[in-house]
Each structure stands twice: as structure tokens, then as C-alpha cells.
């Protein structure tokens, strides 16, 4: 059984850099052909999807938020991080970390099949 754990401060003051760590555990962050996913869910809002890691390590990211974006793993901890710069209010949201298995060596499919989430984090940012 795959879990994902999301951890980070819930707390961020505009214009600062919002890091956030998703952990996984019960799988392998570069078992094929597994792609992980960030997504957040402002009050109010929709699902808003940020971006991705591949199995192989190649990175994707929402075309709004790509010049803020950065996603990266570590192996070694099985853990794949979100960074997020010059944060806004706006970006107040839940986040969330969760896993795309609707995937091959060509890259994903639509509609995407996330069979597991993270339980999700509050992020509030505010001065």
C-alpha cells in the first residue's frame, strides 16, 4: 500500500519561497513508469494542477505557474519536493502531493488516474 505524507509550514509570507516535501512510502519514487504530481485547491476553488516528476526525473509544470515553479526529488529519502517563489496571497491553498499511474515510457495519459493522495496541507500565505 503506497502512502504519501505532504509536510511544510503552514504559515509563508508574501514575496518568500513556500518548500514543501511529499514522502513516500509502501513504493519508489522512481519505480516505472509513476509520475508524481503536485496539486492545490485554494478555499472556494477548484483542483488546480502545479506540476510533476516523472520516474526518470524529468520535470513538467502548469504553464501559470512554470516561472515560479520548481519540483525536485531525492532518492535517497524517496521524497519529491515543491518549491513555489515569490508567493502571494493567492497562493493560499491546500496542497496536495499525489501519484499519476496513468502512465507509460511516452508520459501520460489523459484523463490522469491519481490512485493515491497525500492527505493534503493547509498553506496560508500572510504577513
Known amino acids: 500500500q503506497v502512502q504519501l505524507q505532504e509536510s511544510g509550514p503552514g504559515l509563508v509570507k508574501p514575496s518568500q519561497t513556500l518548500s514543501l516535501t511529499c514522502t513516500i512510502s509502501?513504493?519508489?519514487?522512481?519505480?516505472?513508469?509513476?509520475?508524481w504530481i503536485w496539486i492545490r485547491q485554494p478555499p472556494g476553488k477548484g483542483l488546480e494542477w502545479m506540476g510533476a516528476?516523472?520516474?526518470?526525473?524529468?520535470?513538467y509544470y502548469s504553464p501559470s505557474l512554470k516561472s515560479r515553479t520548481s519540483i525536485s526529488r531525492d532518492t535517497s529519502k524517496n521524497q519529491f519536493t515543491l518549491q513555489l517563489s515569490s508567493v502571494t496571497p493567492e497562493d493560499t491553498a491546500v496542497y496536495y502531493c499525489a501519484r499519476d499511474s496513468y502512465c507509460s515510457v511516452y508520459g501520460c495519459y489523459v484523463p490522469p488516474e491519481y490512485d493515491y493522495w497525500g492527505q493534503g496541507t493547509q498553506v496560508t500565505v500572510s504577513s
Open positions: 509502501g513504493g519508489s519514487v522512481t519505480t516505472k513508469y509513476y509520475y
Open positions: 516528476i516523472s520516474y526518470s526525473g524529468s520535470t
